[in-house]
């Protein structure tokens, strides 16, 4: 298991080296002088030579790309112009909300997904089958922006369960987080849920065509023991790997729910940094999401290959 | 299903078989007669649109829908059904042009790898580096520093769709270099190029067709994504993401503003979706799910 992990740790340094040379190289995508655009027409020609100096564009750029690998060793991603305060605390300001909706989300998708293709999976054929594929197919095509919208508008504009838009910290006033959370994590759950029920099907599908599943029906196993003891169990080790691939989406998924719903997050971060040229934060979030993304795929894998020890010495 | 008898290397059937074999298959049937008609509507946006999509009737503003205007207008007056027609042309092109994009450079990138074992091995590099990012956020990042506008759009999201695409050419390629009758090919002198585009580029085709579709409807999605968030098209461009990202401001009042663009959208997506999985199943059955 160490040796595993220890190689995948190794093969992540070359990836981690390309995404932090594609954040790096992002403000130089700029048209024309990056100086010029983030300063905006305001800036003097001496304003823009200080700034120049100060963000080390004057120097040749595999130097640039040097310290820019030895600014974020030292853990050191900038500082946003804006905010007027480093990027990294920047980012720790605003993890909390994005954290707890991608969680919410996930429970959200978990909890519809599984058992939707686990049903449809065991009764292969059936109505039950039709029905949860059918919505399944819609879930997955139906845009979730837009789906939140209508939600908000059914639930909150029309029926007035819910508030409209808004975040609360669950640490401050649990139930306040919780109402404005009901929202914001389904619309951003059910896309997802519909992508690991499909999973879970053909996963379940797989299953139910092993020996051990006909060896189980013909000891004479009622059908309820072989979906829910064999089948099932094992039907769950390959959407532990779907869960990781979904916990990766949703960060993509999160910074539009934000937007939707108000909720000062990472999405809202990056997205008025844009509008303000804030360059160091959209530049911090871009990588901060990445290596998440990483690491939530080491776990994932980590986790797949001590359920399954198959996995490690392939 | 005997229409779905896998061909074998001896049987080659006329292209008239082929079509129909494809047309039979429920999901390709659906799918490419909604994508047709969603074509077909924006293409003559500029005949069948009642009114200038660009042009603001202050004072008819925030009208439900009727029979001047049949899905109502927007907070400036415009028409909606005139920018849902419109909003369908930049989704189009944007959905076509990013899966001609991906398309050839992912064969150019997926047939070079395939080929040359160093450059395989820096290029698959960038590839997993780019897509270690969350698409939408790298697309995000990408109109940041490029500003708004349809081409920087089409380029953004050509480079976040492209790894996945000449992923699956060098995985095909690698598959069928091995095949006898390539390594035949080989035996008799054929050069490199001859081989990718005589005998392997012609394997890549389904696959390649498959994705594209998917490349498609992850386009038109990533769009209005784009356009919603404000960092897409240009606001004054009528695009779906666009009108509802302006329907989210007046949703209380007017939900009419939001929900056509977001029924257009869904109806591409999902016609898209289908296209994709009935050509999966029917040029490559055994990638079939039972």
């Given amino acids: ?314 | 299903m005997p229409e779905s008898t896998p061909r074998t290397s001896g049987d080659t059937p006329s292209r008239s078989h082929w079509a129909r074999r494809l047309l039979r298959n429920p999901n390709v049937a659906i799918g490419a007669s909604v994508f047709l008609v969603l074509l077909t509507l924006a293409v003559l946006a500029g005949v069948l649109s009642p009114y200038d999509p660009k042009r603001l009737y202050p004072a008819q503003r925030l009208k439900p829908p009727s029979t001047q205007n049949i899905l109502g207008t927007d907070e400036f007056g415009r028409d909606i059904a005139s920018l849902v027609l419109h909003g369908g042309r930049v989704s189009l092109l944007v959905g076509s042009v990013t899966m001609v994009l991906t398309s050839v450079g992912g064969v150019v990138i997926g047939l070079l790898a395939g080929y040359n074992r160093r450059l395989d091995l820096v290029v698959m590099r960038v590839m997993d580096g780019l897509m270690a990012f969350p698409a939408i956020l790298l697309a995000i990042a990408l109109m940041a520093v490029r500003g708004p506008g349809v081409w920087n759009v089409i380029i953004s999201l050509s480079v976040v769709y492209l790894p996945r695409t000449a992923m699956l050419i060098r995985s095909t390629v690698l598959s069928v270099r091995e095949l006898d009758y390539v390594l035949a090919a080989q035996a008799l002198g054929r050069g490199g190029f001859g081989i990718s585009f005589r005998h392997i580029l012609p394997n890549c085709m389904a696959p390649l067709l498959v994705q594209g579709t998917f490349i498609f409807a992850y386009a038109v999605l990533a769009e209005a994504i784009l356009g919603f968030l404000g960092v897409g098209v240009p606001p004054y461009v009528a695009s779906w993401g666009n009108v509802i990202a302006s329907g989210k401001n007046v949703i209380r009042e007017a939900l009419w503003v939001s929900l056509f663009p977001g029924i257009a959208l869904t109806l591409a997506g999902l016609s898209l979706n289908l296209l994709g999985d009935g050509l999966r199943d029917a040029l490559d059955p055994r990638l079939r799910v039972q």
């Fill in chain 1, 1 to 314: 298991m160490t040796t595993y992990l220890l190689r995948r740790l190794l093969a992540l340094i070359p990836v981690m080296f390309v995404v932090v040379t594609i954040v790096f190289l992002l403000i130089h995508l700029i048209p024309g002088d990056p100086v010029a655009v983030i300063l905006g027409p305001e800036a003097n020609a001496q304003q823009i030579e200080d700034a120049r100096r100060e963000l080390g564009l004057d120097r040749p750029l595999p130097e640039q790309l040097l310290s820019f690998y030895a600014r974020l060793l030292r853990g050191d991603l900038g500082r946003s112009y804006f905010l007027d305060r480093p990027v990294t605390q920047a980012l720790l300001e605003r993890a909390e909300p994005t954290l707890v909706l991608m969680t919410c989300a996930l429970l959200v998708a978990v909890l519809i997904g599984v058992p939707s293709g686990i049903v449809a999976g065991a009764y292969h054929g059936s109505w039950w089958d039709r029905i949860l594929m059918s919505a399944a197919l819609l879930g997955v095509c139906i845009p979730g922006f837009w789906l939140s919208l209508n939600f908000i508008y059914l639930f909150s504009v029309r029926l007035g369960w819910l508030p409209v838009a808004g975040y609360a910290s669950v640490f401050q006033d649990p139930v306040l987080a919780a109402r404005y959370m009901v929202l914001p994590a389904i619309s951003l759950g059910f896309n997802q849920s519909a992508l690991i029920a499909r999973i879970a099907r053909s996963c379940m599908l797989e299953i139910l065509r092993q020996d051990y599943i006909r060896t189980a029906r013909a000891k004479g196993l009622a059908e309820r023991s072989v979906v829910y003891l064999h089948a099932f169990r094992n039907a769950l080790v390959p959407v532990v790997t779907v869960i990781g691939i979904t916990m990766a989406i949703l960060i993509g998924g999160a910074v539009v729910t934000e937007i939707v719903f108000n909720i000062p997050g990472l999405g809202r971060l990056i997205i008025s940094a844009i509008l303000r040229r804030d360059y160091p934060v959209v530049q911090g979030v871009v990588l901060v999401t990445a290596a998440a993304y990483l690491l939530i795929n080491l776990i994932v894998d980590m986790v797949y290959a001590f359920i399954d020890p198959r996995i490690r010495y392939a």
